[in-house]
Every structure is written in structure tokens, then in C-alpha cells.
């Protein structure tokens, strides 16, 4: 009798993937769509097929693969990575600097990393961008080129207009950030995966860190530590700092890019210590800080007819910041802080949620997670963090209706991307 169970662990062994980042509902849909694509009766039969072909195989991990992906996602990362490029230029003499994306998906991260270089100003002779994913099908549709809307978020895509040309199946990028792109298909947990050691200036691993467990992302770490160059940056995503942190990694320090280099890289000297920070009065609704109290990492109201959004981001930056480098304390403050001056804001509660998740206070994150959501019903991380919180809690039935929600998001992304 074939249980879900060994397909989860086929799963894991092949692809790294965690059932529970999921749900075990989706890998058991996965596998009744393959078994009735290779016309077998049960999936007794189609577990004897996928152990002895490797193609199956494949099709397997392509039913089951998030490729959730839109140009300049955490748009900091990409400014973050023009400057750091244009400070490394002068130190590497006439050296091509050479740039990974792992995993590229649909191809939207490593063209938005080209983009961000050559706005700012960096030659294009001077680096080049490998771009890797297990997904043949992604890879199939990020060297097309070509883009619908839902790879257009936010509202400033004026890049668009500068790097892309319409068609009548979408908008194709055009060859000048093309070239720039080698892509590759590559498992990064497979023995032989990009042989050689420091191979790469900086390395783009955002996004799938999150779909391994605790062991598989200490391996998956691994590699990243063996393949970036020793002075190298390593640039994550909002939901994955904490592990760069548990391997020897230091973060940058630049607000919202979510970026970091080898501690060995950083030269001996006195440690950088922050300042303690005042609890600020306990946000209680509807008593208003102090008049002429402006608590520490905020910014003044912001003047009658000025955007309120542009004062909103200094103060998460901060937040996320402090979360960045552990300090969970302060970085609860500055959100406490910046709820009780702006109001609601879903990212600061995702914020708050990461932050009580990582110092264990588990009920305070389900709420915080679900004060995000309700704001923000498609905040894709916090749909993940709160599921898999609410698993390991025992509310097995709520984090699947999560999971339900975010693979329906995924399905959308995908439908979108075909
Ligand atoms: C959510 S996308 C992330 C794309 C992009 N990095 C971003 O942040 O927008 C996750 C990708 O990870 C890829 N993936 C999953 N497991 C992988 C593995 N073991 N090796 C390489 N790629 C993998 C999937 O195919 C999918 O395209």
C-alpha cells in the first residue's frame, strides 16, 4: 500500500522540498495528476514508475514547484546591489564580476538584477549573470522573455518602458539585458551542483530557502558559503535572514535589502554596538504618544499634502534592520512604535509576526500574522509563516486552509505566467 508519506520523502531526497511548507494536500494532487497523465490505475503503480525514471521524476518536482517570481521584488535588494557592484568595480581592476541567481524561475529576479546594473551604470562588460532552477518549465519561459501584468508589480514600472518592447503575447525584454543572462538548469542540492569553490561576487537566493526544513537549509547553506567568493555578498529574502545569520554571515546593514557577507570578510575592529533603546509607552488604543515626544527611528507626521507612504518606509527599514541582525527587542519597539504613529500597516505586522515567531512567543505571532493578512489577504509570506507556525501548534486544519489559499495565489501566478 503506497502512503503520501513516501512521496513526501521522495520529494525531500530529490528536490529538498518540505512537505509541510505546502501542505501534504498539494503534493497529493500533484501525484494523482501525474498518475493520470502516465495513464496508471493507482498510485501504487505510478510510485514503481517515478523510482525508476528519472523524466518522471521531473514532471514530478514540476507539479509541485512554487515559481512565485516578479521583477524587482524587494526592489532595496536591486538599488542595494547596483551600489555595492559600483564600490567592488574600481577594487577588481578589469575582472568581470560574475553574479548568480539561484533560483531564477521564470527569469524575472536575474533580468531585474541586469537592469538595476546597467541603470546604474555599470558596464555591461563588466559582469555576467548565471541563472539556475530545477524547473525546465521555468526556464523554458524566462528564455522566451516575454511578460504579462502579473510580472509587473508596484506602481513604479517605468523600467519597463525603458527595457522592454510590446508584443501581442506580452512584453518582451530586450536583447541588450538578454545577453547579460546565462541560464542553466541546476538542482542546488544535488552532489555535482556548479562545481568549484568562490565562483561568484554575489549570489541572489530569495524565495526557496523557505520550502526546506532546518537540516536541508543548513545544506543548502553550505553550498552557498562554497560557491560565494570570500568577500562576497549573499542577498536573501525578507522572510529567510535568520539563517545567513546562523552561518557565519553578517548582514550589511542596508535597510530592507536583506543582504550579507562572510564574517571572515569583515576586518577585525572594535564591534559595532547599537544603542539601547527606551521602551516607549505601551501602545494601548487610543492614547496618542506624547505631543513633542518623537520616539527613537521615527520621523516627524508627515506635513499636510506630503505622501504618506514615503514617511511610512525609513521606519520599517529600521525595524526590518534590527530584525536583520537579531536584535528582536529594539526591532519590536520601532514597529510598536511606527503602529502607533502611522496606524495599520500589513508589513509592520508581518514584521512584528517574524520577530514575536523568532523569540518563541508563538500566540502573539499567529495574531500578528493575521492582523497582516486581514490587511493584506495575498502577503504570500505571511500566509507561509503563519501555516507553518499553526502546524507545528497542532492546528492542522487551519494552516491547510492557509496553504489552500496560498497555492490558489501560486496557481494564479502560474496561470498568469503560461
Ligand atoms: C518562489 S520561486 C523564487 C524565485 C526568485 N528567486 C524570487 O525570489 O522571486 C522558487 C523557485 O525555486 C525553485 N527550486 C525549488 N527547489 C529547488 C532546488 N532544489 N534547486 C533549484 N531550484 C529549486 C523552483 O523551481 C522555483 O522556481
Not at 526546506?212 to 536573501?236: E, H, I, M, P
Request: hydrophobic share 40%; proline share 6%.
Amino acid at each position: 500500500m503506497m502512503a503520501l508519506a513516501d512521496f513526501e520523502g521522495l520529494l525531500k531526497a530529490s528536490m529538498g522540498l518540505n512537505a509541510d511548507s505546502i501542505g501534504a494536500s498539494a503534493i497529493g494532487r500533484a501525484v494523482q495528476e501525474r498518475t493520470a497523465a502516465c495513464n496508471l490505475g493507482d498510485p501504487a503503480a505510478y510510485w514503481e514508475h517515478v523510482r525508476q525514471s528519472d523524466s518522471e521524476l521531473h514532471a514530478l518536482i514540476e507539479a509541485v514547484v512554487v515559481p512565485e517570481t516578479w521583477f524587482f521584488r524587494d526592489r532595496e535588494s536591486f538599488s542595494a546591489l547596483a551600489r555595492l557592484m559600483r564600490d567592488e568595480l574600481p577594487r577588481s581592476s578589469d575582472r568581470m564580476l560574475n553574479l548568480l541567481s539561484l533560483p531564477c524561475s521564470t527569469g524575472e529576479e536575474p533580468y531585474s538584477m541586469v537592469m538595476a546594473l546597467l541603470d546604474g551604470s555599470i558596464p555591461a562588460d563588466r559582469f555576467r549573470i548565471e541563472a539556475v532552477d530545477i524547473s525546465t518549465r521555468a526556464l523554458a519561459q524566462a528564455e522566451r522573455g516575454v511578460y504579462g501584468k502579473n510580472s509587473f508589480r508596484g506602481r513604479d514600472v517605468a523600467f519597463r518602458d525603458r527595457h522592454f518592447e510590446a508584443t501581442e503575447h506580452g512584453f518582451r525584454v530586450n536583447d541588450a539585458i538578454r545577453q547579460q543572462v546565462r541560464f542553466e538548469q541546476g538542482n542546488l542540492l544535488a552532489p555535482d551542483f556548479l562545481p568549484g569553490a568562490e565562483r561568484y561576487d554575489v549570489i541572489f537566493c530569495r524565495n526557496v530557502l523557505i520550502y526546506f526544513d532546518r537540516a536541508t537549509q543548513d545544506r543548502a547553506l553550505t553550498v552557498l558559503k562554497r560557491l560565494l567568493k570570500a568577500k562576497g555578498a549573499l542577498f536573501v529574502a525578507p522572510a529567510e535572514p535568520a539563517l545567513p545569520m546562523s552561518h557565519d554571515f553578517v548582514s550589511i546593514n542596508v535597510p530592507l535589502a536583506f543582504s550579507f557577507r562572510r564574517t571572515a570578510a569583515i576586518p577585525p575592529g572594535p564591534k559595532r554596538t547599537i544603542a539601547p533603546v527606551k521602551a516607549p509607552p505601551r501602545s494601548r488604543p487610543g492614547i496618542p504618544v506624547r505631543e513633542g515626544r518623537t520616539p527613537r527611528g521615527l520621523t516627524p507626521a508627515p506635513a499636510p499634502g506630503t505622501s504618506l507612504q514615503a514617511e511610512k518606509t525609513p521606519d520599517l527599514s529600521e525595524a526590518t534592520r534590527l530584525a536583520d541582525q537579531g536584535h528582536f527587542v529594539e526591532a519590536a519597539t520601532c514597529c510598536e512604535e511606527y503602529l502607533q504613529r502611522n496606524g495599520s500597516s500589513g508589513q509592520a505586522f508581518y514584521l512584528m509576526g517574524l520577530v514575536r515567531d523568532a523569540t518563541g512567543n508563538s500566540t502573539e505571532a499567529v495574531n500578528f500574522y493575521r492582523r497582516c493578512l486581514y490587511l493584506e489577504p495575498d502577503h504570500s509570506e505571511a500566509q507561509i509563516h503563519l501555516a507553518l507556525l499553526m502546524e507545528r501548534l497542532g492546528d492542522a486544519a487551519g494552516a491547510q486552509v492557509l496553504r489552500n489559499r496560498a497555492q490558489r495565489l501560486a496557481r494564479r501566478t502560474r496561470s498568469a505566467h503560461e
